[in-house]
């Protein structure tokens, strides 16, 4: 679902994340028809990136346990 509200809202999809001031800077890039597409390629970076963070951090826990 979040990759769908990154396709379409990529500025809010940043925001969810708690990234207020990328989710601004990404607002003005994506109200230029241009600026679209790289504010859609940031959101899905971010969105992978938190992914990846998420996956790490649990990981970590598990090896501490063992």
Known sequence: MRYVIAFFFPWLSLFLQGKILSGIVCL??????????????WAVTSLNRMYADRRTHKVIRAMRRA
């Open 28 to 41: 003005i890039l994506q109200i230029t028809l241009i600026g679209w597409i790289p504010a859609f390629i």
